[in-house]
């Protein structure tokens, strides 16, 4: 299949098992926000690999719909509960769900979805439940720890390329990794397979964090949030690090300098996008970004599938590694 197809038919699938459900419609504020965010559009890059996880090893995606569902609402519970910490008002081009309701919707119902993952786990059985719940409770824990680590780097200068790199790999990197996993395990696939193709996704993960933080700065206003928004939250990105490590004496202390202010400067994101370029550190992460897609891409050569479904994978990440949204 497609990877269109396999987004088509998710999306017909989440209508059916949540957003037309009578059974999620009451009480109405609890419901609402999670209705909304669903249908916020998006990539749906983890359920899709979910369900091709499963039709790689073995040839049906249908018995991965339910998992896929439970890491799509996972992936948008950390949404609604990032947008609060973070204090974004865009999500995906539209208002964020604290914004639209009030902070207490966004938990509440960002805990709810969380919830609901769980329960669409309970349509598996035996082994598979047990592996597959195990590997979800591993990865939403490292997805916490992930968030933690952004935001101690928010308060901190001192945050090298390694620190950064391990807070995007729990941060991002993992899901994406399990996603594809989970529908190995699904799809009953090898250990070594589901490890490789874990390795796969992993690297993957990576790739799209960077490509995500290069189009934070350098993406275009359809790029679906606020461009600007990381350097306007301090966030402590590889352009910043990178920026650090290269500046003069002089350039660096007027960078950090521009790390102290919250808000308040309406010139940060064009003073401190200046330095970004005038270090040339936007073709480092282009570079980083191509080195961990030809580490996915040699993940995919080890694993013992048809050449047609290694067409797929490669297809994916060339390109997830030159998209613009």
């Known amino acids: 299949m497609e990877l269109n197809e396999y987004k088509s038919v998710f999306l017909e699938y989440l209508s059916e098992e949540v957003v037309d459900n009578k059974g999620f419609s009451q009480p109405d504020n609890l419901y609402a926000p999670i209705h909304y965010i669903l249908q916020l559009g998006g990539k749906r890059l983890r359920p899709v690999l979910t369900m091709m996880g499963c039709d790689i090893f073995s040839g049906n995606y249908k018995p991965a719909l339910d998992a896929a569902l439970a890491i799509e609402m996972f992936h948008n519970f950390t949404l609604m509960h990032d947008d609060i910490m973070d204090k974004a008002s865009i999500r995906r081009g539209e208002i964020t769900v604290h914004k639209k309701w009030d ?4 938990i509440l119902s960002g805990d709810a979805l969380m919830i609901l993952a769980y329960q669409f786990f309970e349509n598996y059985e035996g082994d598979t439940f047990k592996k597959i719940v195990a590997l979800f409770n591993k990865t939403a824990i490292e997805v916490c720890e992930g968030q933690q680590f952004d935001i101690d ?22 899901l994406v990794a399990a996603s594809l ?5 699904i799809g009953n696939a090898s250990r070594r397979e589901a490890d490789l193709i874990y390795d796969f996704g992993f690297h993957l993960g990576m790739a799209f964090q960077l ?22 939250e301090n966030k402590k990105t590889f352009l910043v690090i990178k920026v650090l490590e290269l500046a003069s004496k002089e350039d660096r202390s007027e960078i950090e300098k521009l790390y102290v202010i919250k808000e308040g400067d309406k010139n940060k994101v064009e003073k401190v996008t ?13 570079d980083e970004i191509q080195n961990y897609t030809k580490k ?18 490669r297809s994916f990440a060339n390109n997830l590694m030159k998209r613009k949204l």
Not at 274 to 286: E, R, T
């Open 274 to 286: 200046s330095f970004f370029k005038k270090y040339h550190v936007d073709s480092f992460i282009q």
């Open 181 to 185: 996993k989970m529908g190995a395990i």
């Open 296 to 313: 996915a891409l040699a993940d995919c050569e080890k694993l013992e599938i048809s050449e047609i479904h290694k067409t797929s994978l």
């Open 103 to 106: 902070t207490n919707a966004g």
């Open 211 to 232: 490509q995500d933080d290069y189009l934070d700065t350098f993406g275009t206003d359809d790029f679906g949030k606020k461009i600007g928004g990381d350097i306007l």
């Open 153 to 174: 780097f928010e308060t901190s200068m001192d945050v090298s390329l390694e620190d950064y790199k391990k807070m995007i790999g729990y941060k991002t990197a993992v």
